[in-house]
């Protein structure tokens, strides 16, 4: 029995082999071809099986036939069954005998068993495994000894169906368990193994067609595979490639940017992209980008998977974009230099025509030309606001506008405001009104004269607007900040302007704030202006932080509104006071100027503080001075004859101890950075910009008297002269480049200088200095015009700078700032800056010459 046994165990493994070759080896082969082979193996091993059964006693024995037949429907379908059930219900035929019937009863209804089963696994999916194989054995079992009552008697049945029932019920279930076992795992195999396959296969198939070049690469940097794709990115063969590190194709300059990429990779760690540069087999360099992903391959090993993307035109569009908006933005910038330096030489003539039409009107005029010079300045007048409305927008534009922050008094500011229109508003008709609420503080830090620029044009677009009513000017507190609206709180309030003219369309609302825009296009030719007002109105508002907008209805009113966050600040005026009484002590201090008026104007200022003041000509009295005597502080002006500041400064440092530590300010006209770079570095302390302003000059002073003589490190770190530069600084700078006029429609006279001049010297005093400052200007302007060499008159330049500004005359001032730039920079324009100096010096006399009588001063002329 057991060689029995071993015989069809042998039978078995040939089912298996031959079953294994099918699945692996035919694969050109049709299905029906597949099945007609595995019948006739499945067969033959019946047929074998028969030949040599299982003898379980005399007469009896047991074959594999059932379960061959019915595996043989499971595993190779319905016609490899029927050939092997064909083939037993033959042989059994051929061998004859009693139970030929059962025999040929059993193969067929082992073929129909093994159809229905095979059905109803692939209809339900079941997952063959041990108690499906076991229960398709059994259910084979019952079904061929059902077989047994095609038997000549019953009780040869039963006979033959005791002896044989128990040996059936175990080797047929075990057999068909182990044999199809074996051949379930031999299809499981196969199909992972196709599955497989067919994953590379799709997977070569869209590595080999990417447009993308794609590459694998072991830990040392070398390459295992690449894409074909690389033929048309780089122009090499894949197999020109592999085996070797890519180093040799990256660009020098991205070498250890890329090798920096790749070090950093671990498995686990995250993709790197990054871009960079490829030769071409030509040798040109292309611009690509690469997507290194470190991950375990697939011999557990390190490596890194990476996807290369040409983008050497997305580069070239991106250099493009970026020269063209470079491009745009300079093209913006010279358009906005080029309008406010065409705006200056507009006004610069503008200024005399509207100065002369004053001073005509001052004179016995008939009625009739009173009338006309009176239109004549009105002209002016507003083609001079057109011009200042270019001009802020341009420097808004352009980024060249910059805000002066001080402490000042907002409730003035109001008060002005509403006066200031008030007459346009009573020659309408129009009720012109002030609502300041109870909680808004009197005084806040802020340009002043910005909210100034707001605050009229709405209130003046509100009185040009309106046709009857009123105009409302209010503002309200928003909040007061967390600090409860002490000093320093950040207060936000609210500027509302209201009026009750014919309202604005919310389809016309949304243009108010652009550029050159009024609504509708009938407002410029009825009521004029450049449509800036509004769009400088809502730049200056963002460049303070704030915001603007408007509500408007049609046919009953318009209410203009912006916000500003303003700390709250002390009152200036105690501020001021609190600083000259706190002075615990008078200084004695050396003042290096060699112009006589400047001489008087900074000496009065410092003596009035309470100091002493010795006054050195020029640079080597200053340092003869210092040898000999014991002082504070040092002014030293920059431009002297003999030793200018700097080499002054130097040579007062080297003379050590306390004489050498004494700090040293610098008195100069050049507010440019690199001006106030060699301050520093031959040791000045700090800078005081001319022409001098009295605040200024204390302030500086006072700052560094309180300096401790130990604190050298600091004396000399320069922390005032880099501190901030003040409102010329931006201004000189474009004045050197030839970018940018010297003022912004200077005034020909700051009255308010005028007023703290008389307030420095004294009345009796001021007429004389007046008259010799006037004097000494005429003279240098006359040596400007004479002068043989561009350096004289850029001397004389520099001193007419603090000349002018020390009497108000801010056009001067500045005037000659430029010439004396133009001429240090040998500038073609300096011809036509010298007419420029002359005419305005004639303003300036003019200007000064109407302005003393009113101060209550005689005026003594110079002759000129």
């Known amino acids: 029995m057991a060689y029995d046994l071993a015989e069809n165990i042998a039978a078995s493994a040939f089912v298996v082999l031959a079953y294994t070759f099918l699945i692996r080896r035919s694969d050109g082969w049709r299905l029906i071809t597949r099945e007609i082979v595995f019948g006739a193996v499945m067969a033959l091993t019946a047929i074998f099986s028969m030949i040599h059964p299982i003898h379980i006693g005399p007469g009896m024995f047991i074959d594999a036939r059932i379960p061959l037949i019915g595996l043989s429907a499971l595993f190779g379908g319905p016609l490899s069954a029927a050939i092997t059930a064909a083939t037993v219900a033959g042989y059994r035929i051929f061998l004859g ?32 495994g041990i108690v499906p194989l076991l229960a398709f054995g059994l259910l084979l079992t019952l079904v061929s000894t059902s077989t047994l009552l095609l038997l000549p008697t019953l009780e040869m049945a039963l006979r033959i169906g005791l002896l044989t029932a128990p040996p059936l019920l175990t080797i047929v279930p075990f057999g068909t368990l182990f044999l199809g076992g074996l051949l379930l795992r031999e299809q499981r195999h196969h199909d992972a193994e196709q ?24 830990a040392d940097g070398a390459v295992r595979y690449l894409s074909p794709s690389v033929r048309d990115i780089l ?50 360099y292309l611009w ?71 001073l005509l009107l001052g004179t016995d005029l008939s009625a009739e030309q009173r009338q006309y010079v009176a239109l004549q300045r009105e002209a002016g007048r507003g083609l001079l606001a057109i011009i200042g409305d270019i001009l802020d927008y341009s420097k808004i534009e352009a980024g060249k506008l910059e805000l002066e922050e001080r402490a000042f008094d907002l409730h ?7 006066d200031l229109m008030s007459n346009a508003a009573s020659q309408k008709g129009l009720l012109l009104q002030l609502s300041l609420g109870s909680t808004v503080p009197r005084f806040v830090r802020g340009d002043e004269a910005r909210i100034r620029q707001i605050l009229l044009n709405l209130v003046g677009n509100a009185v040009k607007f309106t046709e009857r009513g009123s105009v409302l000017l209010s503002v309200g507190l928003l909040s007061d900040g967390e600090d409860g609206g002490g000093e320093g709180a950040s207060a936000l309030l609210r500027f509302s302007v209201s009026d009750t003219g014919p309202g604005i369309p919310a389809a016309d609302q949304a243009n108010l704030f652009q ?31 704030g915001q603007i907008g408007v509500q408007s209805s049609p046919g009953i009113g318009s209410t203009f509104w912006f916000e500003l966050p303003l700390p709250v600040a002390a009152d200036p005026g105690l501020a001021a006071e609190r600083r000259q009484t706190a002075a615990t002590r008078s200084a004695r201090i050396l003042l290096a100027e060699d112009v006589p008026m400047n001489q008087i104007v900074t000496s009065s200022i410092l003596c009035k ?74 040791g000045m302390n700090d800078h005081v910009t001319k022409p001098i302003e009295r605040d200024t000059l204390l302030s500086a002073v006072d700052r560094w008297l309180d300096v401790k003589p130990d604190a050298g490190a600091e004396t000399k770190s320069g922390a005032g002269i880099g501190a901030g530069l003040p409102d010329d600084g931006v201004e000189e700078a474009a004045v050197l480049a030839g970018l940018a006029p010297v003022s912004d429609c200077a005034p020909v006279l700051n009255r308010a200088t005028l007023d703290t001049l008389a307030e420095t010297l004294g009345a009796d005093v001021l007429p ?32 007419m700078v603090s000349l002018a500004g020390n009497v108000g005359l801010l056009e001067l001032s500045r005037t000659a700032r430029k010439l004396q730039h133009a001429c240090e920079q040998q500038h073609p324009d300096v011809p036509t800056l010298k007419a420029q100096l002359r005419d305005a010096v004639a303003r300036a006399c003019a200007a000064l010459q109407a302005a003393l009588p009113i101060l209550g001063v005689a005026v003594v002329t110079a002759g000129r």
């Open 609 to 682: 503080a309470g100091h002493t003041v010795e006054v050195a000509e020029d640079g080597a009295l200053a340092v003869e001075a210092m040898r000999k005597g014991e002082f504070d502080l040092v002014l030293m002006d920059m431009q002297m004859p003999r030793m200018d500041g700097l080499q002054a400064t130097a040579a007062i440092r080297r003379l050590g101890g306390r004489r050498g530590d004494v700090p040293i300010i610098a008195l100069t006209a050049n507010a440019l950075t690199d001006q106030l770079q060699l301050c520093l570095d031959v």
């Open 195 to 218: 599955r497989l396959g067919e994953s590379e296969a799709r997977y070569r198939l869209l590595a080999d067609n990417a447009t993308d070049m794609i590459l694998e690469m072991n």
């Open 412 to 418: 003035r500011l109001l008060r002005d405001c509403r």
């Open 515 to 545: 550029r050159f825009s009024q609504g509708d296009r009938s407002t410029t030719r009825r009521y004029g202006g450049t449509g800036l007002g509004l769009i400088i109105s809502k730049q200056l508002s963002e460049l303070m932080s």
């Open 768 to 799: 004389r200095f007046v008259n010799d400052t006037l004097s000494e200007l005429m003279l240098r302007a006359d040596r400007i015009g004479e002068a043989d060499s561009l350096k004289t008159a850029a001397a004389d330049a520099h001193a």
């Open 235 to 284: 122009g090499h063969d894949p197999a020109e490639v592999v085996g070797r590190a890519p180093a040799d194709l990256l660009h020098p300059d991205d070498l250890e940017k890329a090798s920096q990429a790749f070090a950093q990779m671990r498995p686990g760690s995250y993709p790197v992209t990054f871009t960079h540069r490829l030769r071409h087999r030509d040798g040109h």
């Open 288 to 358: 690509v980008e690469s997507s290194m992903r470190p991950t375990v391959g697939a011999d557990g090993g390190f490596v890194v998977v990476g996807v290369v993307r040409d983008v050497t035109e997305r580069k070239r569009d991106e250099e493009e974009l970026s020269a063209a908006r470079a491009e745009a933005e300079a093209a913006n910038r010279v358009k906005s230099e080029f309008l406010a330096s065409m705006s200056h030489e507009i006004r610069t003539p503008l200024n005399g025509v509207i100065g002369f039409a004053d």
């Open 97 to 128: 005998g009693v139970g030929t019937e059962a025999g040929v009863a059993s193969a067929l209804l082992s073929f129909l068993t093994g159809l229905g089963f095979a059905a109803w696994v692939k209809r339900r999916k079941v997952e063959l």
